[in-house]
């Protein structure tokens, strides 16, 4: 069985003179496996195709895409785009009294399985000549429990939240302000107790278009909690929160869990291992087709995950793993420094922020960790000469690249065009095509319009853009926004590359413990009261940094047995004890 795909934004049959059916060897035999369809598009028959890849290398915009299937997948497909478009296999089930978390790749159907399952979408069953039908859903998952579930969906009698994936997206739809677009949701009447717990009071009378990213995650999560539903839905809710915020989320959606239906994608896999009690995989290859992996414990999936395979079902959906070190690598920078600065401090009229004195050496990556509110941005700020320090000087030589943590993606201009634009023909050497451009995986995204890219996508080109700069010094503001797991590892590995073989340092601001775990050689921490006052330390070594910062936050940290990757421990249980009463909140000794 096969899967043939054709990315129709990045098809231009037309430029290349339909060089994908000149080529292709079956036609020569005299049967046609591919012909142009009526939208001047080549279509590709797959109950002809054999497989051979030849149109796939012959296309010059990699728009066709042929994936070998196992059979047995043949009739469990859910949901079907059109001829040679994405399909999905499989569903995850909501389970009452549970936390359901799907774990996966963007872009291999996470999104389209939420919307089957909330409703926005009717799953065609693979057949996408005809109407999708309700009662065949049905039918289609008898003797299951998403028979129950699509019955009470489709009867009215079963009612779904969701927590959207995109919160910058919401004062475009809502330009009042927070408590007004809470209390118009508040069919539970616990607007009050949510926004006490989720630490929203101050940011009720702000207007929606004036809240920062943590602020609106908050808000979108207590108005999808604030709803009478059965079932919520809940995409991506750690985006733009501190640690200590994520972990107060997990928390609240745990206990909201009770007598409810949860199901929850998430990216930070510390909080996911935390927040989930079963788990389901989804893997395939991104943008042709995903399949949903059967329930399991979340230890052993996210394990799974990490490894790239599935024992249980002797699949491997990725051909690395995701290693973690018991220890934090022990990296050498340059001992020639690149930027020194005194005590500084800047004062607003409502908030204020004094900063240790430090600098960067060259080929060093110092990571910044903090609550959210507590000046990380404006450190960063004064750091490439944006914001004038009320006090203290900065010493600075260097010149600067900066990645923001809000990225503007109006612009109409292709990836490709505004690379050019703003870094020259830096794109194409050998070094940042092998180091930046292939581990980012932007080779997809290069005729896509900037204002057409999803929010990972988008978070990409950001992180390129600001590497492809000819700069000394990288500035760079939550990288990992957006990113799924093996995205984040690969986008840290990135950054670190750039920075010790071209001998530049950089500043990353992250609240993904596991990220600054890989990209960080020294750790500077933040604390003090947001939106109020921050003060921040000097650069630490990376152990002093996290137990600094780990005690800040009075959690505690151990390793996986078998993986090695970072877990939460339970409070007062006998690892946090052990851990506190030695000092050693994060790594072993």
Not at 199 to 214: C, F, P, R
Not at 379 to 404: C, H, Q, W
């Given at each position: 069985m096969r899967v043939a795909v054709l990315l129709e934004e990045r098809c231009q049959s037309k430029r290349c003179n339909q060089e994908c059916i000149v080529f292709c060897p079956v036609v020569r035999a005299g049967t046609d496996c591919i012909e142009m369809g009526e939208n001047g598009k080549p279509v590709i028959y797959e109950n002809l195709c054999i497989g051979c890849g030849?149109?796939?290398?012959?296309?010059?915009?990699?728009?066709?895409?042929?994936?070998?299937?196992?059979?047995?997948?043949?009739?469990?497909?859910?949901?079907?785009?059109?001829?040679?478009?994405?399909?999905?296999?499989?569903?995850?089930?909501?389970?009452?009294?549970?936390?359901?978390?799907?774990?996966?790749?963007?872009?291999?159907g996470k999104t389209t399985a939420l919307s089957i399952l909330a409703g926005t979408t009717v799953p065609n069953l693979g057949n996408y000549e005809k109407k999708a039908d309700k009662d065949l859903v049905i039918d289609h998952f008898r003797g299951t429990g998403l028979k129950d579930y699509f019955s009470g969906l489709y009867n009215g009698k079963t009612r779904v939240a969701v927590k959207p994936q995109y919160v910058d997206s919401i004062p475009k739809a809502f330009k009042g302000i927070a408590s007004e677009l809470i209390s118009k949701v508040d069919e539970r009447g616990i607007m009050n107790e949510l926004t006490q717990e989720l630490?929203?009071?101050?940011?009720?009378?702000?207007?929606?278009?004036?809240?920062?990213?943590?602020e609106l995650q908050k808000?979108?999560?207590?108005?999808?909690?604030?709803?009478?539903?059965?079932?919520?839905?809940?995409?991506?809710?750690?985006?733009?929160l501190d640690i200590s915020e994520r972990l107060r989320m997990a928390s609240l959606i745990r206990r909201e869990s009770r007598n409810r239906m949860f199901m929850v994608v998430e990216h930070d896999l510390a909080i996911f291992d935390y927040i989930s009690d079963t788990v389901n995989i989804f893997y395939g290859v991104y943008g042709t087709y995903g399949v949903v992996s059967n329930a399991m414990g979340s230890r052993i999936a996210i394990n799974s995950y990490l490894d790239g395979r599935i024992r249980e079902d002797n699949i491997r959906f990725r051909?690395?793993?995701?290693?973690?070190?018991?220890?934090?690598?022990?990296r050498r920078a340059s001992e020639f420094s690149l930027l020194e600065y005194g005590k500084l401090a800047k004062e607003y009229s409502h908030f204020s922020v004094s900063v240790e004195d430090g600098g960067i050496m060259r080929g060093e990556v110092v990571g910044?960790?903090?609550?959210?509110?507590?000046?990380?941005?404006?450190?960063?700020?004064?750091?490439?000469?944006?914001?004038?320090?009320?006090?203290?000087?900065?010493?600075?030589?260097?010149?600067?690249?900066?990645?923001?943590?809000?990225?503007?993606?109006?612009?109409?201009?292709t990836v490709s065009e505004i690379m050019v634009q703003q870094t020259g023909t830096r794109m194409t050497q050998s070094f940042y095509q092998s180091e930046v451009m292939e581990p980012l995986e932007l080779r997809y995204l290069m005729d896509k319009r900037l204002n057409s890219l999803s929010g990972g996508e988008l978070q990409r080109v950001a992180i390129a853009l600001c590497l492809l700069r000819d700069a000394d010094l990288y500035l760079i503001d939550e990288p990992s926004a957006y990113l799924d797991s093996a995205q984040r590892m690969n986008a840290a590995k990135v950054i670190r590359r750039v920075m010790e073989n071209g001998k530049k340092s950089a500043f990353v601001v992250e609240h993904d413990i596991y990220f600054v775990d890989l990209v960080a050689d020294r750790l500077m921490v933040f604390s003090g009261k947001p939106g109020i006052r921050g003060s921040a330390s000097k650069p630490l070594g990376m152990r002093d940094g996290m137990n600094t910062f780990l005690k800040l936050l009075d959690i505690t940290f151990r390793r996986d047995g078998s993986s090695h990757r970072p877990r939460v421990n339970k409070k007062d249980s006998k690892l946090d004890r052990e851990q506190r009463a030695s000092g050693n909140y994060y790594y072993e000794e």
């Open positions: 030849i149109c796939v290398n012959k296309c010059p915009f990699d728009a066709l895409r042929i994936e070998g299937l196992p059979e047995e997948l043949g009739d469990e497909a859910v949901h079907r785009y059109g001829m040679n478009s994405f399909r999905l296999y499989r569903l995850p089930s909501p389970e009452k009294n549970s936390v359901v978390g799907i774990l996966g790749s963007n872009g291999i630490a929203l009071t101050n940011a009720l009378d702000k207007k929606v278009s004036e809240l920062s990213g943590g808000v979108a999560l207590a108005a999808t909690l604030c709803k009478d539903a059965d079932v919520y839905l809940i995409d991506e809710p750690s985006s733009y051909n690395y793993a995701i290693e973690f070190q018991r220890r934090p690598a022990e910044i960790l903090g609550p959210n509110a507590t000046g990380k941005t404006t450190f960063i700020k004064m750091l490439a000469g944006v914001e004038v320090p009320t006090s203290g000087n900065v010493d600075r030589k260097a010149t600067v690249s900066y990645k923001p943590q809000y990225i503007n993606s109006d612009s109409d201009l």
